[in-house]
């Protein structure tokens, strides 16, 4: 028996984990756990995934991770103690255009190398202990002695859809020799797919929700920090996903967004003063990398303002102090005057600069999915769901609106994390069909018939000479029952009372209790209101069809007017307490 999974995401740019046990899966199994955030140093730069940074001692032990990497190894080079020690940046990414194999060998910043198998070992060593020591802190499953004895751990790890079989062996091997046995593999696509299934995500909001249908075709793009690949996956009858075409893209990601900014340091500053600069003060000049990281993540381009970057004190005191002027003056003499402003510690930049800064990243991104677009094979596809880091920016979300108004492109919230918590549900479940069972009663207030045998007065109202009750609760899912993900129930149908009626709205409600009659039961509360434009409604005969299904974490509501192709849809959180 499991009784926890650990998924792992050894990425190109970041790397992270994410778990849930097994007892959370049943009762809610969207309660997964990220790590509580990899903390940066800078005071605002907090992530769920850590940067695909390494640092070995000389004698090639794992000496820090991530953020602490970084900074410890710029520690190491202002003592000038670096030479003999390893720092990998982004050490996947060698391994992303070709396979994985038992004698591949990666190179660091420094240029000495090490055995891949032999790295991975250590990272996937030290995320497994750093969840460890997460959970001993936490207390999450009681003490550590009791998860340690008494908690059958289940690991998963997420890998590049291209790999091979050859890769993957070499991938469980070093999972083996970390200390995690069994391992269990899953591609990333594989893993995103998994989650995107149990989610609510469309092309926007006024279309339909896109849930997956068997005889089906979707693709799935990860913009990744290191570059782009798209799979092609088809739905099959029984709900099994087989991936049928994989393609890897030649886009830049994100990464390309944070080596402009760099660039733009450089052509605003002098050559030489920024290059003394970088030298004499890395911790600091690694700071307001930190800075733009975190002002990146809140610019859109719909943006009225750029961002304001805040400048470490060492920068703005070494400039004054060698041109014996302020900063303005320079800034005034650049190709940037009138677009930024040098105000204390600040630099303000304009939403221009910030765009220069984001657009050939974004180019290259539209292009490819410009290219993807017109692909014979994807134009099978019912959707194209962007996933990975740089289909969470903002700016990328904008620009999939901007250049494909029409299209079935989905952008989705946490695109970074869907292959962490599908990988997690996989650990947990591989049925093609995940059922769940509701904790409380979901339905429609509606009017109906008055039964004066049922019905009390209160309830009772005119309506074209005819008696209704009002406030009548129309249950769909019932506390209690088992249901299939994604799978809808049968409609309940609304028969309009008036006519030349524009669009109804339909209040959907929660109740506590099985037996409650009507939604202004104490134990029945509103989630919401779908809203439902309705077609030629003059001869008062009009009819709509509402229909409702439960996702890992939300109830979906679908209305559709008799005769008519379109649909309206809205999510609703489900209640949990």
Same mark, same amino acid.
């Given at each position: 028996m499991?009784?926890?999974?650990?998924?792992?995401?050894?990425?190109?740019?970041h790397?992270?984990?994410?778990?849930?046990?097994?007892?959370?899966?049943?009762t809610?199994?969207?309660?997964?756990?990220?790590?509580?955030?990899? *903390?940066s140093g800078?005071?605002?730069?907090?992530?769920?995934?850590?940067?695909? /940074?390494?640092?070995?001692?000389?004698?090639?032990?794992?000496?820090?991770?991530?953020?602490?990497?970084?900074?410890?190894?710029?520690?190491?080079?202002e003592?000038?103690?670096?030479?003999?020690?390893?720092?990998?940046?982004?050490?996947?990414?060698?391994?992303?255009?070709?396979?994985?194999?038992?004698?591949?060998?990666?190179?660091?910043d420094?240029?000495?190398?090490?055995?891949?198998?032999?790295?991975?070992?250590?990272?996937? $060593?030290?995320?497994?202990e750093?969840?460890?020591?997460s959970?001993?802190?936490?207390?999450?499953? !009681?003490?550590?002695?009791?998860?340690?004895?008494?908690?059958n751990?289940?690991?998963?790890?997420?890998?590049?859809?291209?790999?091979?079989n050859?890769?993957?062996? %070499?991938?469980?091997?070093?999972? =083996?020799k970390?200390?995690?046995?069994p391992?269990?593999?899953?591609?990333?696509s594989?893993?995103?797919?998994?989650?995107?299934?149990? &989610?609510?995500?469309?092309?926007?909001?006024?279309?339909?929700?896109?849930?997956? =249908?068997?005889?089906?075709?979707?693709?799935?793009?990860?913009?990744? !920090? %290191? !570059?782009i690949?798209?799979?092609?996956?088809?739905?099959?009858?029984?709900?099994?996903?087989?991936e049928?075409?994989?393609n890897?893209?030649?886009?830049t990601?994100?990464?390309?967004?944070?080596?402009?900014?760099?660039?733009?340091?450089?052509?605003?500053?002098?050559?030489?003063?920024?290059?003394?600069?970088? $030298? $004499?003060?890395?911790?600091?000049?690694?700071?307001?990398?930190?800075?733009?990281?975190v002002?990146?993540?809140?610019?859109?381009?719909?943006?009225?303002?750029?961002?304001?970057?805040?400048?470490?004190?060492s920068?703005i005191?070494?400039?004054?102090?060698?041109?014996?002027?302020?900063m303005?003056? *320079?800034?005034?003499?650049? #190709?940037?005057?009138?677009?930024?402003?040098?105000?204390?510690?600040?630099?303000?930049l304009?939403k221009?600069?910030?765009?220069?800064?984001?657009?050939?990243?974004?180019?290259?991104?539209?292009?490819?999915?410009?290219n993807?677009?017109?692909?014979? #094979?994807?134009?099978?596809?019912?959707?194209i769901?962007?996933?990975?880091?740089?289909?969470?920016?903002?700016?990328?979300? !904008?620009?999939?609106?901007?250049?494909f108004?029409?299209?079935?492109?989905?952008?989705?919230?946490?695109?970074?994390?869907?292959?962490? &918590?599908?990988?997690?549900?996989?650990?947990?479940?591989?049925?093609?069909v995940?059922?769940?069972?509701?904790?409380?009663?979901?339905? &429609?207030?509606?009017?109906?018939p008055?039964?004066?045998?049922?019905?009390?007065?209160?309830?009772?109202?005119?309506? $074209?000479?005819?008696?209704f009750c009002?406030?009548?609760?129309?249950?769909? /899912?019932?506390g209690?029952?088992?249901?299939?993900i994604?799978?809808?129930?049968?409609?309940?149908?609304?028969?309009?009372?008036?006519?030349?009626?524009?669009? /109804?709205?339909?209040?959907?409600?929660?109740?506590?209790?099985?037996?409650? =009659?009507?939604t202004?039961?104490?134990t029945?509360?509103?989630?919401?209101?779908?809203?439902?434009?309705?077609?030629d409604?003059?001869?008062?005969?009009?009819t709509?069809?509402?229909?409702?299904?439960?996702?890992?974490?939300?109830?979906?509501? *679908?209305?559709?007017?008799?005769?008519?192709?379109?649909?309206?849809?809205?999510?609703?959180?489900?209640?949990?307490?």
């Amino acid at each position: 028996m499991v009784d926890l999974v650990l998924c792992i995401d050894v990425g190109c740019s970041h790397t992270g984990y994410a778990f849930s046990s097994a007892r959370e899966f049943e009762t809610r199994l969207l309660d997964i756990h990220m790590n509580e955030e990899w *903390m940066s140093g800078h005071a605002n730069l907090h992530t769920y995934k850590a940067p695909s /940074i390494v640092l070995l001692q000389p004698d090639k032990t794992l000496a820090a991770f991530g953020y602490d990497a970084e900074r410890r190894y710029v520690a190491l080079q202002e003592s000038r103690q670096h030479d003999a020690w390893f720092i990998f940046r982004r050490f996947k990414s060698e391994l992303k255009i070709k396979q994985f194999r038992k004698d591949s060998v990666i190179l660091e910043d420094g240029g000495k190398s090490m055995n891949a198998m032999a790295l991975f070992s250590l990272v996937l $060593k030290y995320l497994k202990e750093h969840f460890l020591s997460s959970l001993q802190e936490s207390g999450r499953y !009681g003490p550590m002695e009791t998860v340690t004895r008494d908690y059958n751990i289940k690991y998963v790890l997420t890998v590049p859809t291209k790999w091979d079989n050859a890769s993957r062996e %070499c991938m469980k091997l070093a999972a =083996k020799k970390a200390g995690l046995s069994p391992t269990h593999l899953f591609s990333e696509s594989e893993a995103a797919a998994r989650y995107l299934g149990l &989610i609510p995500i469309r092309p926007s909001e006024t279309s339909p929700f896109y849930l997956p =249908k068997p005889n089906s075709k979707q693709a799935i793009v990860n913009l990744g !920090g %290191c !570059g782009i690949d798209t799979t092609i996956q088809e739905i099959l009858f029984d709900g099994t996903i087989r991936e049928i075409s994989k393609n890897i893209g030649a886009g830049t990601g994100a990464t390309r967004v944070d080596s402009d900014f760099l660039k733009f340091i450089g052509t605003l500053f002098p050559a030489d003063f920024i290059e003394a600069y970088s $030298k $004499k003060h890395k911790l600091d000049f690694l700071e307001l990398q930190y800075e733009f990281e975190v002002k990146k993540k809140k610019f859109t381009m719909e943006s009225e303002l750029g961002a304001s970057l805040e400048l470490p004190a060492s920068i703005i005191k070494l400039y004054t102090t060698r041109y014996k002027q302020p900063m303005q003056y *320079m800034i005034d003499d650049s #190709e940037y005057v009138g677009r930024i402003i040098s105000r204390d510690e600040y630099l303000i930049l304009d939403k221009t600069v910030m765009k220069d800064i984001f657009g050939p990243a974004v180019k290259s991104t539209v292009g490819y999915l410009t290219n993807l677009s017109r692909d014979p #094979e994807l134009k099978q596809c019912d959707a194209i769901i962007l996933v990975g880091g740089f289909a969470d920016s903002p700016v990328v979300a !904008g620009a999939v609106r901007f250049y494909f108004p029409n299209s079935n492109m989905i952008t989705v919230e946490g695109a970074d994390i869907c292959n962490l &918590i599908g990988g997690v549900i996989l650990g947990h479940s591989q049925n093609t069909v995940i059922r769940m069972t509701s904790r409380y009663s979901y339905g &429609i207030g509606m009017a109906v018939p008055f039964d004066h045998n049922a019905h009390p007065r209160q309830k009772l109202f005119m309506a $074209k000479d005819l008696q209704f009750c009002s406030d009548v609760f129309r249950p769909q /899912i019932f506390g209690g029952k088992t249901y299939d993900i994604g799978a809808f129930s049968t409609a309940t149908v609304l028969r309009l009372n008036r006519s030349q009626q524009k669009r /109804i709205r339909i209040p959907v409600h929660v109740a506590r209790l099985n037996n409650v =009659k009507f939604t202004t039961d104490n134990t029945c509360s509103v989630l919401g209101k779908l809203t439902v434009n309705i077609g030629d409604s003059s001869n008062g005969k009009v009819t709509v069809n509402v229909q409702m299904a439960l996702l890992g974490d939300d109830l979906i509501v *679908m209305a559709t007017q008799d005769g008519s192709t379109e649909t309206s849809s809205a999510s609703f959180p489900l209640v949990w307490k």
